[in-house]
């Protein structure tokens, strides 16, 4: 199966900039889609195919890469930002999903 | 608007059948390139995926629980329905149906419904 590797958590403060990587463990073209998931809900979207914005999503958010390495960006971060961050890819069967990134505001 | 909702037993024992439906709107599984994804959520494992079962009722299995898994849809009703036999204690967790197509991965997501295997 591909792995794709988080990194656990990240602290930021309002107003900054913030990339959350992603890493797979073999290519995976552009199949690569980030969702946010806060406490007590559902993922939802955020970015699909490396780097399309899903509707309704703010443009704070952005995504970028192909191949192995992905980054999602948000800039400026934002206190309802606080969530966790999953990457997923939908290139190479069985569809896989990272560990997650915890986001945290200070 | 989208909308999807997954509803279940809620707790289950030891070597029974999981039976999932997802009802759902805003768009038909008889439209093409639309899918219904099951992902699970676990403390073991995180995320992951199940299966998809597509507009053309076409079917996608994760190979490590392929055997084990049965999907099917009622398109009339707008209803997909995920089984799981013979469960453990590693099936407890929440559920999620989702649209997915090909492009987008899984662009909306049902509240989720929580599975607990106990005896």
């Known amino acids: 199966d591909t792995v794709l590797t988080q990194s656990p958590a990240l602290a930021v403060s309002p107003g900054e900039r913030v990339s959350i990587s992603c890493r797979a463990s073999e290519g995976v073209n552009s199949y690569m889609h980030w969702y946010q998931q806060k406490p007590g809900q559902q993922p939802k979207l955020l970015i699909y195919?490396?780097?399309n914005l899903a509707s309704g999503v703010p443009a704070r958010f952005s995504g970028s890469g192909s191949g192995t390495d992905f980054t999602l960006t948000i800039d400026p971060v934002e206190a309802d930002d606080t969530a966790t961050y999953f990457c997923?890819?939908?290139?190479?069967?069985?569809?896989?999903f990272g560990s997650g990134t915890k986001l945290e505001i200070k | 608007q989208v909308s999807l909702k997954e509803s279940g037993p809620g707790i289950l024992q030891p070597f029974q059948t999981l039976s999932l439906t997802c009802s759902f709107s805003g768009f038909s599984l008889g439209t093409s390139n639309m899918g219904v994804g099951w992902i699970r959520q676990t403390s073991g494992k995180g995320l992951e995926y199940l299966a998809t079962?597509?507009?053309?009722?076409?079917?996608y299995f994760n190979p490590s629980l392929n055997s084990r898994l049965t999907v099917s849809k009622d398109t009339s009703n707008n209803q997909a329905f995920l089984k799981i036999t013979s469960v453990d204690t590693a099936d407890t967790g929440t559920y999620y149906c989702t649209l997915t197509t090909v492009v987008t991965g899984f662009a909306y997501w049902g509240q989720g419904t929580l599975v607990t295997v106990s005896s």
């Open positions: 079962i597509w507009w053309d009722d076409d079917k």
């Open positions: 997923q890819q939908s290139w190479n069967d069985p569809f896989t």
């Open positions: 195919k490396a780097s």
